[in-house]
Every structure is written in C-alpha cells, then in structure tokens.
C-alpha cells in the first residue's frame, strides 16, 4: 500500500511542478481541470501472502 501512495504523490507532485506537462495541454487548446487525478495503482492487498495460482481460487 505504502508503494501505491509513494507512487501517486509522486505523480501528483510532478503534474504540479513540471509546467511542460500544462505547456503540452495549452499548446493543444486545453485547459487541465485537474492536472493529475491520483487514483491509485490496480493492485491487490492481502493479509496473506498470494504466490501461486491456486492461492487465487475462490478468492
């Protein structure tokens, strides 16, 4: 979990702190309402380690 949030402050942080992102968006007539929606990585997280294919069943 803490790798998904690392993850999403950093993008966060550089859609803000990069103007060649919002450079990018103006030179195509776009205006960013939002320069980054942060929502997270598609992961699992489980109270007990998954390792096989097996482990998944019925899950």
Known sequence: MAGDLAANVAGVHAAWETPEALDEFEEKSLV???????AGGYSTMCSIPMTSLGDWKGK
């Not at 960013?32 to 942060?38: D, F, G, S, Y």
């Open 32 to 38: 960013p309402l939002i320069r980054m929606l942060a």
